[in-house]
Every structure is written in C-alpha cells, then in structure tokens.
Nanobody, 122 residues
C-alpha cells in the first residue's frame, strides 16, 4: 500500500514537499516514483529513484526544480517541489515497482497510491 500526503494550494513560485509511505513492500528491492495527471490527459512521469536512492531521473519539465529522495528506514519517499508553476497543477501519484531500477513508463509500475492534489495559482 502507498499513501501520499503533502498536497495543497500554493501561489506560483512557492514550494511544497510530498511524502509517500509504503507498507507491505518487503523482501525485495523496489524503485519508487512520482507521476501526475490532469483531467483528460495521460498520467505523466515526474521522477523516479532507484532502490539505493542513488540513481534518480526527472522529466525535463521539472528538472532543476523538483528533487526526489527516499528514506528506506522509514519506507518513505519525498518529492520536494520548488518554484512551482501553474502548469504543475495536477493530482500527484506515488508508485512502486518491483525492480531496483525505475522507469518513466507508467505501465511499468506495480503499485499506486490514491493521489494527492497539488494546485498552483497564478
């Protein structure tokens, strides 16, 4: 199970940090990631992080503004979002994949959270 938190309404230029707590994912290494979705659009890749927390990968649209990290002792990943823009408005989903390496393809993920709304006002 994945449970996200930390979404909200902020003005453009502000920051937010999302968290995702994983439970039940024991016994094998797994990568984790963040995707986002707006009404009528496909779920869009945002960032993923490998099992050891060393390898990270970002969508071009968020590179240099967002930072993904993980704390395996707490079974938690984070998404620090700086300099938010109105186009970042979406429901953000946490995902887990039974592979130490992440993927930017949403079909390659095994487990999803329920999502948390992020709204950035102009």
């Amino acid at each position: 199970q994945l449970v996200e938190s930390g979404g909200g309404l902020v003005p453009a230029g502000d920051s937010l940090e999302l968290s995702c707590v994983a439970s039940g994912l024991t016994g094998r290494p797994y990568s984790m990631g963040w995707f986002r979705q707006t009404p009528g659009k496909w779920r869009e890749f945002v960032a993923h992080i490998g099992w050891r927390g060393i390898r990270t990968y970002y969508a071009d649209s968020v590179k240099d503004r967002f930072t993904i990290s993980r704390d395996n002792a707490k079974n938690t990943i984070y998404l620090r979002m700086n300099n938010l823009k109105p186009e970042d408005t979406a429901v953000y989903y946490c995902a887990a994949r039974a592979d130490p390496r992440g993927s930017s393809d949403y079909s390659g993920w095994d487990l999803w959270g329920q999502g948390t709304q992020v709204t950035v006002s102009s």
